[in-house]
């Protein structure tokens, strides 16, 4: 459960659902462009990330691939800062519509505060990333007035499953995965709903 919802996945997922939904957001993008966005996005902030953490784990800067000790996380976690950022910049260049721009910025967000949370505590990670994309999901749903009810209960249930997997393979504690997931949902509707103005 944990690998099939991994937070490297989602943002792809994310954006693959929006380009789904019958909207301006798909109807001014062009095929070759929604294409083109999708696989800048999965690049970006998956295979991108893997490649360098499969490298730090070579050379020896991290001791293990699944990041279990809260040090280990601290530089991949830095490296996808950084492609997210880059993202979002290529994002805002690109002049694409608002609600792509706004979730990368909620996701550079999530990471961001998810490497300043990693100095002080071991906070779940797969969970911020489930409550954002669960957060996003609602978000989209209410801005574009489109049914997503049966997506967004698929998004609690399925954070459901991974919270309790988390916990189950002593990877978090309850209060790291319910910290986690509050987190990513309330960020993620703050800024759609607040900040979006």
Not at 9 to 33: D, K
Request: charged content about 10%; overall charge positive.
């Amino acid at each position: 459960t944990s690998m099939a919802f991994h937070p490297m996945i989602m943002p792809t997922l994310a954006v693959i659902i929006l380009f789904s939904i019958p909207s301006y957001v798909s109807f001014s993008t062009p095929g070759m462009a929604r294409r083109l966005i999708v696989g800048l996005v999965f690049l970006n902030t998956c295979i991108a990330p893997f490649l360098v953490i499969l490298l730090m784990k070579k050379t020896g800067l991290i001791k293990d691939f699944y990041l279990q000790d809260r040090n280990d996380r601290v530089y991949p976690i830095m490296v996808s800062v950084f492609f997210y950022l880059f993202t979002y910049y290529l994002f805002r260049q690109a002049n694409l519509p608002s609600l792509l721009n706004y979730f990368v910025m909620g996701a550079t967000l999530l990471v961001l505060l998810g490497f300043v949370i990693t100095f002080y505590w071991k906070v779940s990670l797969h969970m911020m990333s489930m409550g954002g994309f669960t957060g996003y999901l609602i978000a989209v749903s209410v801005i574009l007035g489109y049914e997503l009810h049966m997506l967004i209960v698929g998004s609690i249930l399925a954070s459901g499953l991974v919270g309790s997997a988390r916990i189950r393979l002593n990877a978090h504690n309850p209060s790291q995965v319910y910290v986690g997931f509050i987190t990513g949902i309330l960020l993620m509707l703050l800024l759609f709903f607040y900040l979006r103005g």
